[in-house]
Nanobody, 121 residues
Framework: QVQLVESGGDLVQAGGSLRLSCAAS????????MGWYRQAPGKQRELVAI???????SFADSVKGRFTISRENAKNTTYLQMNSLKPEDTAVYYC???????????????WGQGTQVTVSS
């Protein structure tokens, strides 16, 4: 079985910074893309940032220049560094990873349980 566990969500003032972490554990053979999504109350879940196994990244326009995504393949972990936070960044942030389990060759998308980020004005 595979699990994704996020951490780092908090209440922060506008202009502040937070770093989210997501660690994958379990019977993992290989992790391809890892990413972060967010869902604000009453809105659909949206992609925030994604990073390939090789380190290529892409970001939602709303966070470009403020957020960075990174990963440590040896630790099966991805990070989302969020700077210059705005009240509109308030949401539950979910980690996503495309993982192939031990002894298999197919890949499946897994989700974390989510971590709350609240930005006060």
């Amino acid at each position: 079985q595979v699990q994704l566990v996020e951490s780092g969500g908090d209440l922060v003032q506008a202009g502040g910074s937070l770093r989210l972490s997501c660690a994958a554990s379990g019977n993992i053979r290989r992790i391809n893309d890892m990413g972060w999504y967010r869902q604000a109350p009453g809105k659909q879940r949206e992609l925030v940032a994604i990073i390939t196994r090789g380190g290529s990244t892409s970001f939602a326009d709303s966070v470009k220049g403020r957020f960075t995504i990174s990963r440590e393949n040896a630790k099966n972990t991805t990070y989302l560094q969020m700077n210059s936070l705005k009240p509109e960044d308030t949401a539950v942030y979910y980690c996503n990873a495309v993982i192939s389990g031990t002894g298999t060759w197919y890949f499946k998308a897994y989700w974390g349980q989510g971590t709350q980020v609240t930005v006060s004005s």
